[in-house]
């Protein structure tokens, strides 16, 4: 066939066609608003595709391949379901795209809400994880099974308590993974805590707290005597006592108050200061804002136990455990305790920080006054 004659008249074209090799004639008359509408969408297109080293003809079969999948009966229209498989597609790529490394800076910068002190212990746990294993930095998430998890688990945390916070841990950055599309599935969820055996933590004698505090006298300043004596006699925690101020104690009142930016739990307290704790407290001037604890405080306190005769063998949280067991001999008074040492379980004192075992009555009103 060759173009014989080409017409344009009032917005159309006709279009002439004859055969060479036999006397048929064809005619075609074309609307030539549909070729502006048709060169437009080709430029569009073309456009769209600039750069992607796509050609048209490559994008409309791959549009006819993705439709080859597409249901009969299916209620998606033809673009509605390219546009679900592409979005599969991209979730996809980015699950198995996304290394530990590089999603744990993601997950910790969704952590910054939290106090200095738990960004700290989340930063070392990770640290202490790549140590082990340098392998897992690399890693992506979705490539990660349950017993490499183990594994790495069990390389790392030789204690039952240390593997169980190193689990919650890893439990907690694959949660964030699989809200991130990062990983379709949890592994920490089939690895079980340790059951973890409570030693008994035999609370200290009153020559052992007497020892403390004349070591705090030799060998530290007024800070280090007030912020010992404040272990012994109100049962904080360790970290609460780095976050307290001057301004949060009250003589008067006779109550410290433990503030929610520096209690474990998030939530205010206000502590009892008994008879003992008030000699040590009395008759200081410290101005308002500044620290309880005086500067290189943890250094401080292990010279002050070291001197004491407590090198190498202190045990964690023993002054909690002494507090609770002398204040429930004395007192009787469990949900008055609770208060003080900032436990939302009772039964939690009475199963762990509670041993009156060789304490007397007398003991116990000579440790409050």
């Known amino acids: 066939m060759k173009i014989k004659n080409v017409e344009k008249d009032e917005g159309k074209i006709t279009i002439s066609l004859e055969s060479k090799t036999s006397k048929v004639f064809l005619k075609f008359v074309i609307d030539i608003g549909i070729i502006n509408t048709m060169d437009n969408k080709i430029i569009s297109a073309v456009t769209l595709l600039e750069g992607?080293?796509?050609?048209?003809?490559?994008?409309?079969?791959?549009?006819?391949n993705i439709l080859d999948a597409l249901p009969k009966a299916s209620s998606y229209s033809p673009v509605r379901f390219c546009s679900k498989v592409v979005e599969?597609?991209?979730?996809?790529?980015?699950?198995?795209?996304?290394?530990?490394?590089?999603?744990?800076?993601?997950?910790?910068?969704?952590?910054?809400y939290l106090r200095p002190d738990s960004l700290r212990d989340i930063r070392y746990l990770k640290q202490r994880l790549s140590r082990s294993n340098p392998e897992l930095a690399g890693r992506n998430f979705s490539d990660i099974s349950r017993s490499e998890c183990e594994e790495w688990l069990n390389t790392t945390f030789k204690t039952s308590p240390q593997f169980n916070k190193g689990r919650s841990f890893l439990h907690s950055i694959f949660e964030f993974a699989v809200k991130r599309e990062w990983v379709s599935t949890n592994p920490l969820k089939l690895i079980e805590k340790r059951k973890v055996i409570e030693r008994e933590i035999k609370p200290l004698s009153l020559l052992d707290t007497k020892r403390l505090i004349d070591s705090a006298k030799k060998h530290g300043n007024s800070n280090c005597i007030a912020a010992a004596a404040i272990l012994i006699y109100a049962g904080i925690r360790p970290r609460e006592i780095r976050r307290l101020k001057w301004r949060d104690i009250d003589i008067e009142e006779n109550t410290i108050t433990i503030r929610p930016e520096c209690s474990k739990t998030g939530g205010s307290r206000q502590v009892e200061i008994c008879n003992s704790l008030k000699t040590f407290l009395s008759g200081h001037i410290f101005p308002?804002?500044?620290?309880?604890?005086?500067?290189?405080?943890?250094?401080?306190?292990?010279?002050?136990?070291?001197?004491?005769?407590?090198?190498?063998?202190?045990?964690?949280?023993v002054l909690r455990h002494t507090y609770a067991s002398y204040h429930v001999k004395r007192f009787h008074d469990l949900p008055r305790l609770q208060i003080n040492m900032g436990h939302r379980d009772i039964s939690l004192l009475r199963s762990r920080y509670v041993n009156m075992i060789g304490i007397t009555l007398y003991d116990a009103k000579l440790f409050f006054q």
């Open 52 to 64: 992607t080293g796509v050609s048209i003809l490559d994008a409309a079969r791959l549009i006819c």
């Open 88 to 112: 599969t597609g991209k979730r996809y790529i980015r699950s198995t795209e996304m290394n530990f490394s590089d999603g744990f800076e993601i997950y910790l910068k969704s952590k910054l």
């Open 288 to 317: 308002p804002e500044s620290s309880v604890c005086p500067k290189n405080w943890s250094r401080r306190w292990k010279k002050i136990r070291d001197f004491a005769g407590f090198k190498n063998t202190w045990v964690q949280d």
